[in-house]
């Protein structure tokens, strides 16, 4: 599956930190005018960001946060981290695990088979890079895949979880089962 990342921008971006402070004092930026990716689950990260910045302790940041989109077409795609590309670009050795969606028990009792999953995970230490879900409710397995990033899961813990079955998640055990032949 190419990579498929939203990066054009149709609002110049401010120039920020990674508080979302602007070069102008007392100035902050967010969304869109932040450069942040394009998505409104993003401009409302930013403003929480913004808030705990002005009326909190002031330690929230951008820094490590791990976007998640989707495009609600049918089949949904749904997209985490980053593509083998990507990851590539960056200098990870990578493995790559994918799983056709006619594989996906739930997905088989509610005949809506369409689709691949694919997940990039760094070859060395085993944690998960990205992942692109194309098939029914792709985003909502998209953002169990970002909790399992956001804490540091190896692609092991998701291969060995015991996931409730008949469940969407569960094919996430075969998906990265994958990776062990």
Known sequence: MPACTPTK????????????RTTAEGVWALGDVAGSPPFTHMAYDDFRIVRANLLGDGGRSTGGRIP????????????????????????????????PMSRVARAIETDETRGLMKAVVDAGDGRILGAAILGIQGGEIAAALQFAMMGGLP???????????????????????????
């Open 155 to 181: 692609w092991t813990a998701l291969r060995d979880a015991p996931i409730a079955h008949p469940t969407l998640a569960e094919s996430l055990n075969n998906l990265f089962a994958t990776l062990d032949g």
């Open 9 to 20: 921008r149709m609002v110049p971006s401010a120039r920020v930190d990674d508080r979302l």
């Open 68 to 99: 998640t989109w989707t495009v609600f077409t049918d089949p949904q795609l749904g997209r985490v981290g980053l593509s083998e590309e990507e990851a590539r670009a960056k200098g990870h050795k990578v493995r790559v695990a994918t799983l």
